[in-house]
């Protein structure tokens, strides 16, 4: 078996890996990625379930590093669609002519570095079979909700209907049209993927563990001359969401929703929900920070949805939220809890009548009633941040896994490298802002900062980058400090802490000082030579 021979290899092939190779290739590095799935998109590759659709604006969830680019595309909606997403990658993809530096149906599963020679061995499953590549440097461009967390019920082993995934959803759409189908989980996936199933199935059980807040999307389609207008004000725009938290702008009404008089919040709040999407979390400055002033907003949330959704019952389960607005992820729907208007659609409240167990007909509550099914989906989130890292079997310095060097949780330096593996990079990793941000937004932050990086340390000679444990342990200590103070310190069972995974290390996964603080960070680091970080040259090692 031959070994091929490269400067970087990038694992993934969405918006990070894409990014990551067209400057990559731009730079004159002898670079490829490797992308699991039989398309490009990543995350959105496999998220084919019906109504998939981004929940921030097509302007800003797009690249901006080329302003040519920007002028050359034209999206047909406010959120772009799962195909329309793909489509765009594709473009992208072909404008800069590195296709033939992406191998599909290749997933890594397993790297090695090897300190004699200051390079990672790599391990790929091809479409012809196991094949070794080495490369000087490694970027993890694996996307951080990539992973699907299903739930380990008893007997669903011995179900005889359909078993479909929302993240990994099969390539050609299956029929439900006139079956009786259960969707459990009632996130961003579970809420797009509910309504079209609704249409076509003849039963519609939803099977609602924690119920989400839900906004409305306020989406619509977008004419050409409508964009290239939006596309003339864009660089404003853009301005704007650079300096925004979330790398998306948001009016805000004012520092405080406790301090404002309850006409002034009815009007905020009013103000944000007619514009539709994530605005609404930043009504009022204190929002995320403050749970007298994130209650009220939640109570409002409540108020609306139980005004939507005419059957008592199915409205006291869709909002019995026991945690604070924005401590999971706002959920933007379409049409959401009027589907629960329909008399084939039934909301079945988990907490109240837990899964007893799953039969070879359907499912059996606790308490005795039986739902019969002809497929189930698992709409139930994801192990975010560190499992799609650790899917791969990555061992470092001296053969140190990374598994290992995480057990008690993720510490990284910057969220961009560990401790002990050189020249390993990672792009929306854990404890960067990626999952508490427009992750577009983060990926662009990323690529420059690595691709400088990487240039650097070629001009100085560096055989080796590696983070600094000391930094890292600095960095990951600042991580948690933020988190505590948001209020999604007090939701339990969440993502964002890895708590929805059992036996998975409790630590919360994201960077939440926001996009524009990040940004300085990273600039910083550059402009005073890379300080956290470790280069090594001809065997002597320097902090940067």
């Not at 390079?119 to 079979?129: A, L, V, Y």
């Not at 993927?193 to 977008?222: C, E, F, G, K, M």
């Not at 939640?298 to 019952?313: E, M």
């Not at 589907?339 to 007909?361: H, I």
Request: glycine share 10%; aromatic share 10%.
């Amino acid at each position: 078996m031959t070994t091929t021979e490269l400067d970087l290899v990038i694992v993934g092939a969405g918006f990070g890996g894409i990014h990551m190779l067209q400057r990559a290739s731009a730079d004159g590095l002898r670079a490829r990625a490797y992308e699991r799935g039989a398309g490009l998109g990543g995350t959105w590759y496999w998220n084919r379930y019906p109504g998939a659709r981004c929940d921030f604006d097509s302007f800003d969830y797009s690249y901006e590093f080329d302003p040519e680019l920007e002028r050359e595309w034209v999206w047909s909606e406010r959120y772009p669609s799962q195909p329309e997403i793909l489509r765009y990658l594709d473009h992208v993809v072909d404008r800069y002519g590195i296709r033939e530096r992406i191998q599909l149906r290749s997933s890594v599963t397993a790297a090695r570095w090897d300190e004699p020679s200051g390079r990672w061995t790599i391990e790929i499953d091809g479409p012809d079979g196991r094949e070794t590549v080495r490369a000087k440097w490694l970027v993890l461009a694996v996307g951080a909700l990539s992973k699907p967390q299903l739930p380990d019920y008893p007997g669903l082993e011995d179900f005889s209907g359909e078993v479909l995934v929302a993240g990994d959803w099969p390539e050609e759409q299956p029929d439900l049209a006139g079956k009786r189908v259960a969707v459990m989980g009632t996130g961003s996936s579970g809420v797009q993927v509910i309504p079209p199933l609704a249409d076509v199935a003849q039963r519609l059980s939803v099977l609602v563990r924690t119920p989400s807040y839900v906004v409305p999307a306020r989406n619509h389609p977008v004419t050409e001359a409508e964009y290239r207008e939006l596309l003339a004000g864009g660089e404003d725009r853009r301005e704007r969401n650079r300096n925004a938290p979330l790398g998306v702008h948001f009016p805000s009404y004012g520092p405080s929703a406790k301090a404002a008089s309850a006409t002034e919040r009815e009007t905020a709040f009013q103000a944000a929900w007619d514009a539709g999407g994530s605005a609404i979390l930043s009504a009022y400055d204190d929002l995320l920070v403050d749970l007298e002033s994130n209650e009220l907003l939640a109570q409002w949330l409540r108020a609306k949805a139980r005004g939507i959704v005419h059957d008592p019952a199915a409205a006291a389960t869709l909002t019995s939220q026991t945690y604070p607005v924005g401590a999971r992820r706002i959920v933007i729907d379409t049409e959401f809890y009027e589907t629960f208007n329909r008399a084939n659609v039934e909301a079945v409240d988990l907490n109240a009548t837990p899964v007893e167990r799953f039969t070879p007909g359907g499912i059996r509550l606790a308490g005795g009633r039986e739902i019969p099914l002809d497929a189930v989906v698992f709409a139930t989130g994801y192990d975010a941040g560190t499992g799609p890292v650790l899917a791969i079997d990555i061992l470092g310095r001296d053969g140190r896994r990374l598994r290992e060097a995480w057990a008690s949780g993720p510490v990284t330096q910057l969220g961009i490298q560990v401790a002990g593996f050189p020249n390993l990079f990672m792009i929306s990793g854990p404890q960067s802002p990626s999952i508490m941000a427009n992750v577009v937004k983060a990926i662009e932050q990323h690529v420059p900062f690595l691709a400088e990086l990487m240039a650097h340390a070629e001009a100085m000679g560096v055989r080796s980058v590696e983070a600094d444990p000391a930094a890292a342990t600095d960095w990951a200590a600042q991580v948690e400090a933020i988190a505590q103070v948001l209020v999604h310190s007090k939701a339990t069972g969440s993502w964002y802490f890895g708590s929805n995974v059992p036996g998975k290390p409790t630590a919360f996964l994201a960077y939440a000082g926001g996009i524009p603080a990040y940004r300085e960070i990273l600039a910083e680091s550059a402009q005073n030579g890379y300080p956290g970080f470790i280069l090594t040259a001809g065997g002597a090692a320097s902090a940067g």
